[in-house]
T-cell receptor, first 114, second 111 residues
Framework: ETGVTQTPRHLVMGMTNKKSLKCEQH?????MYWYKQSAKKPLELMFV???????ENNSVPSRFSPECPNSSHLFLHLHTLQPEDSALYLC?????????????FGPGTRLTVL | EDQVTQSPEALRLQEGESSSLNCSYT??????LFWYRQDPGKGPEFLFT???AGEEKEKERLKATLTKKESFLHITAPKPEDSATYLC????????????FGSGTRLSIRP
């Protein structure tokens, strides 16, 4: 595997379900991100982890719970979601604090909440 | 507040018809301006990072330029495979980690 991978690629869940999204980066980076991309809206940054510590949480509802067990893995735990949470969820990684600090994205998980 | 505005929202070109996409930005001290390409249902693919006014970068048929207020993505003699949404993003010194994205320009190249 190379780059940033995400599983599953597609997920359909009911409002009472609990599920998790997984992200893994193979780039040796030390920062990881979760973004939400809804139709016709810019990417919205949800969470940032740097060196496994959460450094940013952009007013995301508590039904989204991130976890970063190490610098290569990032999870987004989902529970009691709403239909408006249906979107493409993207994971990214970067070498935080470096001269370029460019973020590299995974393919995303298309989430549908019924 | 940092802001990014991209125009046009959508652009349809004939194959071989060159054009430019615009990204206007407001940021308190530019740390970097990024261009990404995104195909439908996929994650953004990194194209360029620009750091200072006057800088230019090229990749195949794409050339990105930067001024103090805007960036242009010039597409020369595009092909149908260049069809995608092109995203611009900026990162300022006011935030250590947050990148602000524009809404993107949806580019369609007709054969």
């Amino acid at each position: 595997e190379t780059g940033v991978t995400q599983t599953p690629r597609h997920l359909v869940m009911g409002m009472t379900n609990k599920k998790s999204l997984k992200c893994e980066q193979h780039l040796g980076h030390n920062a990881m991100y979760w973004y939400k991309q809804s139709a016709k809206k810019p990417l919205e940054l949800m969470f940032v982890y740097s060196l496994e510590e959460r450094v940013e949480n952009n007013s995301v509802p508590s039904r989204f719970s991130p976890e970063c067990p190490n610098s290569s893995h990032l999870f987004l735990h989902l529970h009691t979601l709403q239909p408006e949470d249906s979107a493409l969820y993207l994971c990214a990684s970067s070498q935080g604090g470096g001269p370029t600090d460019t973020q590299y994205f995974g393919p995303g998980t298309r989430l549908t909440v019924l | 507040e940092d802001q990014v505005t991209q125009s046009p929202e959508a652009l349809r070109l004939q194959e071989g018809e060159s054009s430019s996409l615009n990204c206007s930005y407001t940021v308190s001290g530019l740390r970097g301006l990024f261009w990404y390409r995104q195909d439908p249902g996929k994650g953004p693919e990194f194209l360029f990072t620009l750091y200072s006014a006057g800088e230019e970068k090229e990749k195949e048929r794409l050339k990105a330029t930067l001024t103090k207020k805007e960036s242009f993505l010039h597409i020369t003699a595009p092909k149908p495979e260049d069809s995608a949404t092109y995203l611009c993003a900026v990162k300022g010194y006011s935030s250590a980690s947050k990148i602000i994205f524009g809404s993107g320009t949806r580019l369609s190249i007709r054969p």
